[in-house]
């Protein structure tokens, strides 16, 4: 396998509004039917409560941050480029990501994502749907031969035909001793982190890390020297370097 082919990513999902209360009347009956499905405890839940789980549903959600990763080279010189897409405007991160991917994919290029095939592919095709952006070839499923889609998923490949479990990008980091950053936040922190600290940035810090413990986690999958911590560059890339 040429590792340099693979695109790594990650993304990071907050809710469309910040608070329950700001939801448009529309909107929160909406999100009340959801939340009725989606409620494990009817008696201590409400629609209120669990709202810092809208972000989960791309219909309710929206993307703040897309960040991918990149090898390049082989043997232990080998590098990871980093390159995130962030910001407040989804519509505009989306377009910057659809045009990359536009333009870096080919049928021999793949995308490789943890729980990405029931969470960030879906996810971001329906983000796109909903922002009239076009998706790329390389997002595309429909009309394909399952041998067709180049879409990889850590957690399927460790599943080995196993339907039962999910087992998280951390659990797995730590059970195949793949040095894992030390994060300050988690998943479940992000929406505090974006709707009331106003960080972003840190949540794209967040993001990156977890795109370097994916891009290490496959390369441990196939016995491959993991990238030394000296070789992973974060900067600014044009389109046209990953």
């Not at 008696?43 to 990763?69: L, M, N, P, Q, V």
Request: with cysteine; proline share 3%.
């Amino acid at each position: 396998m040429n590792f340099n082919n693979i695109l790594f990513l990650d993304i990071e999902t907050v809710s469309q509004y910040e608070t329950y209360e700001n939801l448009p009347d529309d909107w929160r009956e909406l999100w009340d039917i959801k939340a009725q499905l989606i409620m494990r405890n009817k008696e201590i839940e409400t629609s209120e409560t669990i709202y810092d789980k809208a972000g989960i549903y791309a219909e309710f959600g929206k993307i703040i941050c897309i960040s991918c990763g990149c090898i390049q080279g082989t043997g232990e010189a080998k590098k990871l480029m980093i390159k995130s897409f962030s910001g407040h405007d989804e519509k505009k991160l989306l377009t910057e990501f659809a045009e990359m991917l536009q333009k870096w994919a080919d049928n021999n290029k793949l995308l490789c994502a943890h729980n990405g095939k029931e969470f960030d592919y879906p996810y971001i095709c329906r983000r796109m749907v909903i922002n009239n952006i076009p998706i790329p070839d390389a997002m595309q499923i429909a009309g394909k031969k399952p041998w067709d889609i180049k879409h990889l998923d850590t957690m399927e490949l460790w599943k080995f035909g196993d339907y039962k479990s999910y087992t998280s990008l951390k659990l797995l980091a730590k059970v195949l001793g793949v040095p894992s950053p030390k994060d300050d936040i988690d998943g479940s922190m992000v929406y505090s982190v974006y709707w009331v600290e106003k960080d972003l940035d840190r949540i794209v810090t967040y993001c990156q890390k977890d795109v370097i413990t994916l891009a290490q986690i496959y390369l441990r999958f196939y016995n491959q020297q993991l990238i030394k911590q000296e070789n992973i560059e974060y900067k600014k890339l044009r389109k046209a370097d990953i």
